[in-house]
């Protein structure tokens, strides 16, 4: 029968995608498995295959089997391509095959593939290749641990066998995963805190009893909770953590338990506020607040009330203690749920599996945890861990210290913790799945002002995708507090409503250079977010040392700062101040054991800026004096008459340790190398004529590392 040319072109076509989808495919590069490998390993452990022969390795840690099981790796067959839209393959898949009932593992295996030059050549950036995995239904791409472009070698890890190959998922890919993970992440911030809500509980109870003497008013402890944990400051206090700033974490729930407790206590009823205020009142001299916080109150003024509250809590609570331990153990508990292998745990109890490919290794129902847990394994393993880690940590002991019967309990306690959450996060998917397209548009708007560029605006080189997403993330963080808003389509200040739009143009502002945090400040100004400052002069006036206000200085190392006084700062943050000679002080210090000595100032100055926001910065100064001192009369008459100076550095940073920190003083830690000039006049000996008789010598002296830290107090006029 004769055909015709489109019927030749319409079957030559569908031979073509059955080949495509089936393995055929001769894009994909190959493993050297011309024979399927086959090894015996137990609980010893061991490795399978070779890089340089076979194009990929196993490495079996110890105790990933528990009895001797026969591994074979070959070529997988009939395998399904992905969908183009998500990825797509690098290599022919290979199956890894094990002989048991379940296919999951108690350590993870370490899965070693060789890569081919093709394969890097046509790679952008190093972060584009993965690992893939076929879960029965679909392919799944796998996180690296290694990815090692010199060596050409890629790494990742897995608890269980199936089909594997190398990778390259697209890039929206893995922004639809980012944004689902960040979904979770932020339903589990916002849902799941216990840690950090019970330090929190403890820490308000404290001040109620310690600072206000109130004690036993559950239900004002519990109001004070509600309006602090529903704070997004409150929920977004993690990222100092995440970004080491674990004092600045710790403060800020200091200051926000001070305006949580004063706003709660103005707000209620004349006769509930009033009778609570009588009874600080009657304890304002037996508590550590005093008679200053208690007028406050009393008087209406809040602002003050807050302020001397929250410095208190700052000065009488060992809270970067506290608030580490409940950080370190929240930080776990959001980890967690980036695992991929405990999302893969939640999926499985969400959907059940059903697939001649076991999902992640697991043949379980939907809904049914105990086998769910049974099956884990290895991820059951670190789950126990982390559970023992934490409760160790809290009592503040080695885990090693704790008893066989507090561990079982730790561990039934841990699966039943983990089943709950299993279970309000099933509870909570259309929560999860509008966060998600909320993340989506926000990621959107990133893409679309070039922020998810490489080499663009702070996306360097060694940065993948994901590390810059969650660097954007943060800084979304940063915005919503600044403009005390919420992510809408809109942009409306006065709603508190902030578009990811306007998100992404901040950010982009925040990244352009040096000035992008002052352009930030400016344009979120004009955007009406932030109120102008008002016209103000900043004058620095000197108050005292480290440790020490309102104090003249004894000695002569203190008196950098007393002659660098007064200051004056631009509306820039810069200053240049030059001071003239004449300014004279007397000193407790002596060189001749005397009354003390006399500096004169003859020059200075200090050239510099500081950030006005967060009062940090940095100067160069110079400053130049006489230190002058004479006692006795006569053959007994001595003086030094020495010409100083010092040239340096100063750092500045707002004051750290009290009473300073109380004052809102600013340090200026002054260090540099100081030189004396020195003209010692006294008596000295003549052995040629055996008397004694008036002389001035002269040397010099000098100090590489010399200097203060000077406290100033703020003037604003």
């Known amino acids: ?18 080949v495509g989808c089936s393995g055929g495919s001769s894009t994909l590069s190959s493993f050297n498995l011309d024979k399927p490998i086959e090894s015996i390993s137990d609980e010893r452990g061991g490795i399978i295959g070779s890089l340089d022969t076979n194009g990929i390795q196993l490495e079996v840690g110890e105790n990933a089997l528990t009895k001797q099981q026969n591994i074979v790796v070959r070529k997988a067959t009939d395998f399904k391509l992905p969908d183009k839209k998500q990825g797509i393959l690098l290599s022919e898949p290979i199956e890894l095959f094990i002989d048991q009932e379940i296919k999951r593992f108690d350590a993870p295996i370490i899965i070693k593939m060789s890569l081919t030059d093709d394969e890097i050549k046509g790679l952008k950036n190093e972060d584009e290749i993965w690992g893939a995995y076929f879960n029965g239904v679909n392919w799944e791409y796998i996180r690296p641990t290694t990815r090692d472009i010199v060596n050409k070698v890629l790494i990742f890890e897995t608890y269980h066998f199936s089909w594997f190959s190398k990778a390259k998922p697209t890039k929206d890919q893995i922004l639809n995963n980012f944004a689902q993970q960040k979904a979770v992440e932020q339903w589990n911030n916002n849902n799941n805190n216990n840690v950090t809500k019970k330090e929190t509980e403890s820490l308000i109870k404290e001040i109620l009893k310690n600072q206000l003497g109130i004690d036993s008013n559950p239900t004002l402890v519990e109001d004070i909770l509600v309006e602090m944990v529903k704070d997004d400051t409150y929920i977004s206090l993690l990222n100092d953590y995440a970004e080491g700033n674990v004092e600045g974490y710790a403060q800020t729930v200091a200051m926000m338990a001070g305006e949580k407790i004063v706003d709660i206590i103005k707000n209620y009823p004349e006769n509930v506020s009033g009778k609570i205020l009588e009874g600080v009142m009657e304890h304002s001299s037996k508590i550590g607040t005093g008679i200053q916080m208690a007028t406050y109150l009393a008087s209406g003024e809040y602002t003050n009330a807050m302020k001397a509250l929250s410095e208190e809590i700052i000065g009488n609570y060992p809270l970067l203690a506290m608030f580490k331990t409940a950080a370190e153990i929240t930080e776990r508990q959001i ?142 963080d940063m915005i919503l507090k600044d403009t005390n808003a919420r992510i809408t389509n809109n942009d409306l200040p006065d709603n508190k409503e902030i578009s990811p739009k306007t998100i992404a143009l901040l950010t982009t502002i925040w990244y352009t250079g040096e000035d992008g945090k002052e352009e930030y400040r400016q344009k979120l100004i004009e955007l009406g977010y932030l109120d102008p400052e008002p016209e103000t002069t900043l004058m620095f006036k000197y108050n005292g040392v480290a440790s020490h206000v309102d104090y003249t200085p004894e000695y002569e190392y203190e008196i950098i700062g007393y002659f660098l006084s007064d200051i004056s700062v631009g509306e820039d943050g810069n200053f240049s101040q030059s001071f003239g000679s004449g300014k004279s002080l ?72 009290e009473p300073n920190k109380s004052r809102d003083h600013v340090y200026f830690g002054y260090y540099g190398t100081s030189i004396w000039d020195i003209a010692y006049t006294g008596k000295e000996y003549d052995p040629e004529k055996q008397e004694y008789f008036i002389n001035t010598s002269h040397f010099k002296e000098e100090n590489a590392e010399w200097g203060i830290t000077a406290s100033y107090e703020k003037i604003m006029e």
Not at 440 to 458: H, Q, T
């Open 586 to 657: 007397k000193l407790g210090e002596s060189w001749l054991f005397a009354s003390g000595a006399t500096v004169t100032l003859e020059s200075g100055s200090i050239q510099g800026k500081v950030d006005l926001n967060t009062m940090r910065g940095s100067a160069t100064v110079e400053l130049k004096w006489k230190f002058f001192e004479e006692t006795g009369s006569g053959l007994e008459y001595q003086k030094y008459d020495i010409k100083r100076s010092f040239k340096g550095e100063a750092t500045i940073e707002p004051a750290y340790s």
């Open 335 to 476: 980890a967690r749920w980036k695992d991929q292998e405990l999302e893969a745990a939640y999926q499985v109890y969400r959907n059940g599996v059903e697939s001649s490919v076991p999902f992640w290794g697991y043949s379980v129902e939907k809904g049914d945890f105990n086998s769910l847990w049974d099956q884990m394994r290895g991820i059951q393993t670190k789950v126990l861990s982390d559970a023992i880690k934490d409760h160790a940590a809290r009592l503040g002991v080695s885990p090693d210290s704790l008893g066989e019967k507090v561990l079982e309990n730790i561990r039934e306690q841990a699966k039943r913790d983990l089943e709950d959450e299993f279970k309000k996060r099933f509870a909570s998917e259309a929560e999860i799945e509008r966060q998600k397209q909320e993340n989506l548009k926000l990621i959107e708007a990133y893409n679309s002002a070039n922020l998810l560029e490489k080499y663009r605006l702070g996306y360097t080189e060694n940065t993948d995708l994901e590390l810059r997403l969650e660097r954007l993330f943060r800084i979304k």
């Open 1 to 18: 029968m004769k055909r015709s040319i489109g019927t030749i072109l319409v079957f030559t076509m569908i031979l073509s995608f059955l």
